[in-house]
């Protein structure tokens, strides 16, 4: 009788450790995604922060492209406005579509591509458009995790008790699967 009594307080010990350590788990990983998710925001207001040292100095040599500089002023304050992961891929894609916009213009001033500023900002937002690109893929990577420790077993068990389901990865806007067309 006391030895069966040990075995069942032996099996619900176990059952309690698991259930704690099924709950870390999630709770653990949904954290790396926030994490994650916060890396691609912070690189994301880098860039943006850049903006406005780069619209000021085009200023001057685009006198005629007005049009150009709102664009990529109203995608930054969209950026600015973001709530969601979702309406940050959106603002990062409006930022990214008109940063190319504007650099594509600057082609048509040499003497703003000669400029030692602009050739720095350039730079910078190109390493910041590589750390982005290397925040999406650790967040990715960290909502795979996620995703994994909420759809198996035991964390399917526990997942939506807790409230947690599956998350959607960062994926890229359908136009860019699209292969863009270069003419010389």
Not at 126 to 152: F, H, Q, W
């Amino acid at each position: 009788m006391r030895s069966g009594l040990i075995v069942g307080l032996v099996i619900v010990v176990a059952i309690i450790i698991g259930c704690i350590s099924t709950f870390n788990s999630i709770t653990s990983a949904k954290i790396e995604v926030d994490t994650q998710y916060g890396q691609i925001e912070n690189q994301i207001q880098r860039r943006a922060d850049l903006i406005p040292n780069l619209v000021s100095t085009v200023k001057g040599y685009m006198q005629y492209e007005e049009k150009v500089l709102t664009e990529v002023t109203a995608a930054r304050a969209q950026i600015a406005g973001a709530k969601t992961p979702e309406e940050m891929a959106d603002a990062d894609n409006a930022l990214t579509g008109a940063l190319g916009h504007l650099f594509a213009v600057a082609e048509n001033y040499p003497a703003l591509k000669a400029d030692g500023h602009f050739t720095e900002l350039m730079r910078e937002i190109s390493g910041s458009e590589n750390r982005i690109a290397v925040a999406r893929k650790d967040y990715n990577e960290a909502i795979k995790k996620y995703n994994v420790t909420v759809s198996t077993f035991p964390g399917v068990l526990f997942a939506g008790m807790m409230g947690y389901g599956p998350m959607t990865p960062f994926a890229a806007e359908e136009s860019a699967h699209n292969v863009p067309k270069v003419a010389f």
